[in-house]
């Protein structure tokens, strides 16, 4: 079966850095689009970034755009999510994805495989 299993997160001052990462199984990591989407409290879960399978492509939500990097390792069957200058209002639980030929990648219901997330809290 398929796993996705993400960690990395916790508690960092306002402009701190961390980086999560996903390790995945059962599922042939290297055809599938992979992705970040978070959720805060109260909050509809929101696409943060994905890459292609190849990681040649990538793109980001506007608020993270410039300070998150995505990335990942096909040979370790794993992607990362590497977040730089991290604001309060970064704070939320991290989903890690997966989908295969995702097209709409700014949606959740185009990716067929989650993690159970990792919390990133941010304070000011």
């Known amino acids: 079966q398929v796993q996705l299993v993400e960690s990395g997160g916790g508690l960092v001052q306002a402009g701190g850095s961390l980086r999560l990462s996903c390790a995945a199984s059962?599922?042939?990591?290297?055809?599938?689009?992979m992705g970040w989407f978070r959720q805060a409290p109260g909050k509809e879960r929101e696409f943060v970034a994905g890459i292609d399978t190849s990681g040649g492509s990538t793109d980001y939500s506007d608020s993270v755009r410039g300070r998150f990097i995505i990335s990942r390792d096909n040979a370790k069957n794993t992607v990362f999510l590497q977040l730089n200058s991290l604001k309060p209002e970064d704070t939320a639980v991290y989903y890690c994805?997966?989908?295969?030929?995702?097209?709409?990648?700014?949606?959740?219901?185009?990716?067929?495989?989650w993690g159970q997330g990792t919390q990133v809290t941010v304070s000011s």
């Open positions: 994805t997966a989908g295969y030929r995702v097209i709409r990648i700014h949606v959740p219901g185009a990716y067929h495989f």
């Open positions: 059962g599922l042939t990591f290297s055809s599938f689009n």
